[in-house]
């Protein structure tokens, strides 16, 4: 494992350039530079400073050392089904939920609903693929059918429901929020 690079990775990933991570860890811009290059190797009291001001743990931090997956088939995929509530999810990345973007499928039958949702600081976009969809945003509604796009903040409740008489089917891509 290249230490280093991932501690960079890590670094650029917050946000923070060398002199900001040195600041925080009360280290010299110039050893974190070191550090980088696998040109020098921190205590291990160092090295736990470093993990919390970045974000991460131990496990977690060696454990993303295996090769990230970039390809995921049909296999990987975790489905849930509510006929009562006529939805069927299929998570298309199976740990998406430790990532910052969460992509799944979405189909709504006829008269299906999604779970409503509490305000958050998540993002959201939706592609609708099949049918007709109404995104029930606050107060507000809006309606989309297969090639429209929507994309929006979700600091209001939200809900999705079918609008049409047959399946309603889409791609979501939601953030995670932080709160």
């Known amino acids: 494992m290249d230490i280093g690079s991932k501690i960079k990775s890590l670094r650029l990933k917050n946000g923070l350039t060398q002199e900001e991570l040195g600041e925080r860890t009360d280290l010299s811009k110039g050893f974190i530079s070191q550090l980088e290059r696998d040109m020098n190797s921190p205590s291990i009291e160092t090295f736990f400073t470093l993990l919390e001001v970045l974000g991460t ?26 006929d009562d509530a006529g939805f069927e999810v299929d998570w298309l990345i199976p740990t998406s939920y430790k990532k910052e973007m969460e992509p799944i499928y979405l189909t709504l039958s006829a008269n299906g609903q999604y779970k409503k949702f509490e305000p958050s600081r998540a993002e959201t976009f939706i592609y609708v693929l099949e049918g007709k969809v109404r995104l029930v945003l606050g ?32 791609i979501i891509t939601a953030t995670h929020s932080y709160l």
């Open 139 to 170: 107060d507000e509604e809006y309606i989309a059918v297969a090639g429209d796009s929507i994309y929006f903040e979700a600091s209001q409740h939200h809900q999705l429901y079918n609008a049409g008489p047959e399946k309603c089917e889409m």
């Open 57 to 82: 743990t131990p496990r977690d931090f060696f454990e993303d050392a295996e090769t990230a997956k970039v390809i995921y088939s049909s296999k990987d995929h975790r489905i849930f089904k509510d």
